[in-house]
């Protein structure tokens, strides 16, 4: 311990120029498991897009510098006229075809796909059309899914379900509504809570999960993460059973707001939660700047400690998202599928924090929405993950407080400059819990330890193992008599093993 000690000092010492030294201790309190990251193929630049799927190639898979896994696409309410595609298959009167290529794409590089609507069919409607109804030419007229048409939303999406499956893309989940709490001009319709219940409640068994095993349903996505919504969904047990994701979008509500307070009853009853939909520093006229990309790293930071599982940006391909238009008002910089330093920010994320269980985390500074210094945690196998974001102009320390001993790390770093991600070996002579780092002005980082589990083997007999056959140790050595989270359990015969017990 003589030598940690030194090695400890001697990197705050040499920190003694940095503006200060903040400390984020990392405990073993276990969160949600997070399932992962994506964005929407649909509209905007992307929009036609059938035969354009540079920005899937770009952004999905394992072996993309990003690592998206999860898409999002329209389920059109639209009829596609006198266009045909029935070389794909199957036809449908449906204009279904333009998400077909991305979504083959996406699927092939093992990401999931769910689809939303943005309208049923206008004739299920009370306005009678697809569109929302608020301008004079649509007669300012709400439009909401007529009471005798409810029975005909579910078989409508296992139509769709029918239509991708033919078309080679098996859909993961479908979702409610976009924004049923948002009178809008474009396809829209407006559900409240209590006609949401309903539909769920009393038609959702409708949708097939027999010809389509696995796919999820997913609850209306409100505009601001609404709670209202699914905590009404929660709180019926019928509904409670056919919903299996939570969704909404952040527009004018921060994550640590209305999402947060949404995911409390999704925790209790085994729920995932998904952002569903946000842009930040959305239609702005020119590249954003690097403190507008350092606070899209909050938000996805936010995100995770509101209790999130999925987080799906808005478009694929704009000058503000992830992939590059080529729009000549907008260049230098905006390249057509080019990667954007959006994605890069998004990658420290999808790379990493994919797959992992968040961790409970402190810090000696305060943090919280757009904080000048956010941080969280996770663990996924053997990797132990911080992730630390500093918006301010100074240089700091970061001391790092582990709940497990590692034996090695790496630091991932993003500052702005021409190179997008940095990468190095962050030294460590033997097995610590404890370690200084750098902390960079105006960057965003991810620390990855790997933890050292033979530096936490059990060497001693246990000498009463009084509550039955296996004996559970943390992973310093020491008896748990009420373990929980990773452990070493310790069996008759003396072999050992690392196991994960809940909470």
Known sequence: MKKLFTSVCVLALAASAHAGVITVTVNDTHYQTVTGFGAAACDGAMCPFANDTQPVKLLYGDESPIGLNIMRMEISPNFKGNMSYSDVGWDTPYDWYGSVPCAKEAKKRGALVFGTPWSPPGDYKTNGTAQGGNSESQGNKRGQLRTDCYEKFFPWLNTFLTYMKNCGVAVDAVSIQNEPDWWVSYSGCLYTPEQQLNLVKNYAYMLDRVKFPGVRLISAEPLGFDPKYSDMLLNDETAREQIDIIAGHLYGHPPLGNMKKAAVLAEKYGKEVWMTEHSVTDNIDRLPNWHEQLIFAEELNECMLAGCTGYIYWYMRAHWAFVGTGEAKYNPGNTKNKLLPRAYVMSHFSKHVTGSTRLGVESSV????????????????????VMAIDTTKYAHSLNIKLPYLVKSGTHLLSTG????????????????????????????????????????????????????????????GRLQTQPKGFCIERRPDGTSRKVYVGK
């Open 417 to 476: 400059n021409d190179e997008l991600l940095q990468q190095q070996s962050i030294d460590i002579a033997e097995p610590v819990q404890e370690i200084v780092v750098d902390l960079p002005a105006r960057s965003l980082n991810t620390y990855i330890f790997m933890i050292d589990h033979a530096a936490t083997a059990i060497n001693e007999q246990p000498q009463n193992a009084v509550d039955g056959p296996k004996t559970y140790y943390d992973l310093q």
């Open 366 to 385: 305060k943090t919280g929405t757009n904080s000048a210094f956010e941080t969280s945690a996770y663990v996924k196998g053997d990797s132990l993950i």
